[in-house]
């Protein structure tokens, strides 16, 4: 019988989820405003492809360090976002 996540695994893997999620939402903002584009297509699309090779080379694990490191990655990378967002607005 297969065990649940552990709760550190579920909240690594709401940390990975959540700017997914905004990527997306940023992919929206941009193709209504025609700014942005090239950034707001490409982030998702790195999102994926880093969120599944770390996965295959950690063999599932959600807690393995290559895992962690790809969503700090992309939490750093929203956090240069808002702060280039707050310097143009």
Do not use: C, E
């Not at 997306?24 to 599944?52: D, E, M, V």
């Not at 360090?65 to 976002?81: A, E, G, Y």
């Amino acid at each position: 019988m297969s065990q649940g996540l552990t709760r550190s695994a579920k909240l690594w893997a709401l940390g990975a989820a959540i700017p997914f999620l905004l990527s997306l939402l940023l992919l929206g903002f941009a193709a209504s405003r025609q700014t942005f584009l090239a950034f707001a297509i490409g982030w998702p699309i790195i999102q994926i492809f880093g969120y599944a090779g770390s996965l295959k080379r950690a063999k599932g694990q959600i807690d393995h360090p290559l895992v962690k490191t790809q969503v700090m990655l992309h939490w750093m990378m929203l956090t240069i976002l808002i702060a280039i967002f707050t310097r143009v607005l």
